[in-house]
């Protein structure tokens, strides 16, 4: 069925840092600073790929892995998710069964590599990166479960296809509740506050940038490069419920669509600048939340 | 039939050869071996044939005892089955050749070779027979041989309570499978497989298979035998008993199904909700073990509960007349018992190089044997990526079934039928993060950083004939991965016999299963063809740069040592505190103390909750209960006649009056 479009798949690899660079512009803004240049993270990855690498003595070919095996299951993840007026460049039955393994794939090789460098922050960070996402998990899949029961369709592309305005107007408390399900679910996956802080300086503190510590040069830039694109992988998700609206015009729809990744973006700095990070005993009990919620779009 | 039968006389030749050699050193291992390897050669050509489309083949020969005839029939179902055994006993058995050496000259090594051949006969009896005489009196050769392999260390007082516990759970179970047959047979007076049918009642009859079988198969809470015997036996038994031999209770249930006639919905339910527990707890019990082979049983628990749920979601589906839940739902089932028998297989024999190796199993006193032990550590990986779920490796394939056909019945009805599959869909996502987190320890903490102590330090990769099937099952998991869509499409006629639903829709249905599944392998395929190429375009980025190696960063302090690295018991805590209240561990904590402090140490087991809160007080009350009877029990052969005339003197008395 590869008879979609690559223009998704393109938009994506290129917007998608922007997406942080909005979100870190918010906060500065809501903070009273400038801030960074919006191209700034394309500088931050055109300076890593520059760079040489330094590599952890205790470290073996597991940790190379880690970011390359991370990058690759999400730029194949991205090839199922629409975007704007354009289908996916891939859909089968149940493909979003595979999205999911697939950046949980990249996850085991994360924890992994982390678990590889015998840093006991490392292992911290690796420890804390499992533990939450088995309570993400089930949300995301129930979210899954509301959309697929709501629209009867069973592959990515479709069900955000026959999502209309149409759709808010009979079954906004369905879908209201799944947005706001796949919002905590996004927060969480991508490591923002309330559930990690990415500027934190403490080691102590952190879950997923402590895992990657040791990496460096081009590794690092494919960690920070599929960060990226693993949030907008969640947005896109998102964006293609809450903003359904289709002019006629696939490129119109497609800066519709961009018009809300922009408002994602700034309501999550919004977010960030509004609340402090919870305690680590907390999260399990909002991704609880995440599952309640999602369960309730079943229910209605 | 001539194949399998050819194979009986090899496994017993194998077994009486090991026991005529006992004294002749290596020659008993290859005799022993030899009678395994060959019968499996042997028996797997029929097998292969009847599951690429040949008609199923029967063999009936009258016998004296009542009720019974020797009635084997390879039919679908059966061949489905015998292809995962006579694959992992092939490979323990060259295994066991080298693993069994280590205890030559302490220990009789004839016995266990002996003991296997045996077992790998009645497994593939149990498969093939077509009569219930005969299938129990293989049910119990299977658990006698099993028992005297997981009690080969029968010096240690563990290994002896663990095969205890094994014999009384597998006689308990038994003895509800007796009474499910009797009840089977009753209405046609005959105990042949054909002949066995419902005339009332198949509830009952169902849930007396379902205790019978499920001890056997380890469903939650009869598991308990399970994450006892599975570290006890050496570790080419181990594979063989929980990549194979639990599978055997699966292949009961599934047998019997055939003789209930319709099925009801609430078999279903209770299926799923068996899987969902036993899948649920069984990983996040795994995750509180310290034990690397205590750790792979309790996973086994939550594999049988997949495959249960599976099973669940399929009977669900046949039940409420969607016709593509039943058949991707027991596709999934059948599929993932194929899986399982590869990915436990092989992780089980990595375990055994593990413990061979470094003399441990315990996860916290290993480390760095990755640099150590290359292809045990690249093989356990394949094994724990496949375990977890994840693509591109067989787990996944046979999980996204189950996954696709509890989404479809969402999909396709608006009844209550879709809650279980709610259920499902929920407790497999929660089952693939903890195992996810589960089998990272295992690897990140055994393979990956520094030795923890000196065994591991000193650890050598172990030689061929351990190392040599554990790369046939990781190929096997990678074959899976990729080209699933062929195994799941020769399932047509097995699962035609088990759901009895029409032929066309069976097929239909399967090629539209199938279809996702060719996706997802040509997908994965492209996973592996980007990570290639990124890692390409990295080193080519690198080759012209300066690339050092350093400490890790430990915030400052660059002089980390072994003994600051995070432990699985650390790794696992905030998990095991979240479900603390399910696991009960009980923590022993003497703290830093005083101003010159002695060592702190900290102890933490999780024992099993079933076990402690269940099943003992359970006996406990059956014991105090029955002491009542103890004066019976003299000890005198006098009286002991006296009995058995008094209680013939009874039944004459009955049967003249």
Not at chain 1, 226 to 249: C, D, E, H, K
Not at chain 2, 649 to 656: C, D, E, H, S
């Amino acid at each position: 069925m590869i008879a979609g479009s690559t223009i998704p798949l393109i938009i994506a690899l290129t917007l998608a840092p922007l997406m942080q660079s909005v979100i870190s512009r918010t906060k500065a803004i809501v903070a009273g600073r400038a801030g960074q240049q919006i191209a700034q993270p394309y500088r931050d990855l055109w300076k890593l790929l520059q760079k040489g690498a330094v590599y952890s003595d205790t470290s073996t070919w597991i940790f190379r892995m880690g970011p390359v095996v991370t990058l690759a299951s999400l730029l194949l993840a991205l090839a199922f998710v629409p975007f704007g007026g354009f289908h996916s460049l891939a859909a089968f039955s149940g493909d979003f069964i595979f999205v999911a393994y697939l950046m949980a794939l990249g996850r085991f090789f994360t924890v992994a590599a982390a678990l590889d460098t015998g840093s006991s922050f490392e292992g911290m960070g690796a420890s804390r990166e499992v533990t939450f996402s088995s309570f993400a998990e089930p949300a995301l899949f129930l979210s899954f479960a509301a959309l697929v029961r709501y629209t009867g369709r069973l592959s990515l592309d479709p069900v955000l296809a026959a999502i209309g305005p149409r759709a808010w107007a009979s079954a906004a408390p369905v879908l209201s509740a799944t947005i706001a399900a796949l919002i905590i679910v996004y927060l969480s996956e991508n490591a923002r506050i309330p559930f990690d802080d990415p500027t934190t300086h403490l080691e102590l503190t952190m879950i997923h940038e402590v895992m990657v510590l040791d990496h460096s040069g081009p590794d690092l830039a494919m960690i920070e490069y599929g960060a990226a694109l693993r949030m907008w992988l969640f947005a896109a998700i998102i964006v293609g419920i809450a903003a359904p609206w289709r002019s006629g015009n696939r490129w119109v729809d497609t800066l519709i669509g961009l018009a809300a990744m922009l408002t994602l973006a700034v309501a999550t700095g919004l977010i960030e600048s509004s609340m402090a990070r919870l305690r680590l005993l907390r999260i399990p009990q909002l991704l609880l939340v995440a599952i309640v919620l999602s369960a309730l779009a079943l229910a209605f | 039939m001539a194949g399998l039968l050819f194979s009986f006389i090899l496994f017993g030749v194998g077994a009486v050869a090991s026991l005529v050699f006992a004294r002749r050193g290596r020659w008993s291992s290859f005799a022993g071996a030899g009678g395994v390897i060959l019968g499996c050669t042997c028996g797997i050509f029929p097998v292969l044939h009847v599951v690429m489309g040949a008609p199923p083949q029967s063999l009936r020969v009258a016998w004296d005892v009542p009720y019974g005839t020797l009635y084997l029939t390879l039919d679908p179902l059966a061949a489905f089955f015998l292809i995962p055994i006579f694959l992992i006993a092939s490979l323990a058995a060259l295994y066991g050749t080298e693993y069994l050496e280590v205890y030559r000259g302490r220990k009789e090594i004839a016995p266990p070779w002996f003991f296997l051949n045996i077992l790998t006969a009645s497994m593939t009896a149990v498969i093939l027979a077509h009569n219930a005489i005969l299938f129990l009196m293989a049910w119990e050769t299977m658990a006698l041989s099993s028992f005297f392999l997981v009690t080969f260390e029968d010096e240690k007082e563990t290994t002896r309570q663990a095969g205890w516990t094994y014999l009384v759970a597998s006689h308990t179970g038994t003895a509800f499978l007796l009474v499910m047959f009797i009840l089977l047979g009753r209405h046609n007076g005959s105990l042949d497989f054909d002949h066995l049918s419902v005339s009332s009642g198949s509830g009952i009859l169902f849930a007396l298979a379902l205790v019978g079988f499920g001890v056997k198969a380890g469903f939650i809470p009869l598991h308990v035998w399970l994450p006892e015997a599975h570290p006890a036996a050496p570790s080419h038994i181990s594979a063989i008993m929980s990549a194979v031999m639990i599978k055997t209770g699966i292949y009961g249930l599934l047998r019997v199904l055939t003789f209930l006639g319709p099925m009801q919905a609430w078999w279903g339910l209770v299926l799923c909700v068996i899987g969902l527990s036993s899948g649920i707890l069984g990983v996040l019990f795994a995750l509180a073990q310290h034990d690397l082979k205590r750790l792979l049983a309790y996973h086994s628990v939550e594999n049988i509960g997949i495959i249960a749920l599976g099973l669940g979601v399929g009977i669900i589906g046949v039940s409420t007349g969607q016709s593509f839940v039943a058949v991707a739902g027991f596709a999934g089932a059948l599929l993932h018992v194929l899986n399982h028998a590869l990915f436990k297989g092989l992780l089980f024999l990595d375990a055994g190089n593990i413990s061979h190796a470094t003399h441990t199993r315990e996860i916290d006193q290993l480390g760095g044997l990755l640099r150590r032990m290359p292809a045990t550590a690249t093989t356990f990986l394949i094994g724990a990526a496949a375990i977890s779920g994840l693509p591109p490796l067989n787990g996944f394939v046979s999980e996204f079934l189950i996954y696709l056909a509890s989404f479809r019945q969402i999909v396709s009805t608006q009844t209550s039928s879709i809650v279980p599959m709610l259920a499902s869909i929920s407790g497999l996502a929660l089952i693939g993060g903890l195992a996810l987190a589960c089998f990272t320890k295992a690897f990140g903490i055994v393979f990956l950083g520094q030795p923890r102590n000196e065994c591991a330090e000193h650890a050598r990769e172990v030689g061929f004939a351990m190392l040599g099937p554990a790369l046939v099952l990781a190929s096997g998991c990678v074959l899976i991965g990729l080209f699933g869509a062929v195994v799941v499409e020769a399932m047509k006629p097995l699962i035609c016999n088990v759901t009895g639903l029409m032929s066309a829709d069976v097929e239909r249905d399967l090629a539209e299963a199938g279809n996702s599944i060719a996706r997802i392998g040509a997908f994965t395929a492209c996973v592996i063809v980007l990570v290639a190429l990124l890692a390409l375009a990295r080193t080519r980025l690198l080759s012209l740069r300066k690339v050092s190696t350093a400490p890790t960063w430990d915030c400052g302090y660059a002089n980390p040592s072994a003994r600051m690295q995070y432990t699985a018991s650390s790794f696992a805590n905030p998990l095991t505190e979240s479900f603390a209240m399910l696991l009960q561990t009980r923590e022993t904590l003497t703290g830093v103390q005083g101003l010159f402090p002695d060592k702190a140490e900290f102890h933490s087991h999780t024992d099993d909750l079933f076990r402690n809160r269940l099943f003992e007080p359970l006996f406990h009350t059956i014991g105090r209960a029955i002491a009542v009877l103890r004066p019976l029990q003299q000890g005198r052969v006098q009286l002991y006649v006296l009995y058995i005339a008094v209680v013939l003197l009874v039944l004459l008395l009955w049967q003249i009056g």
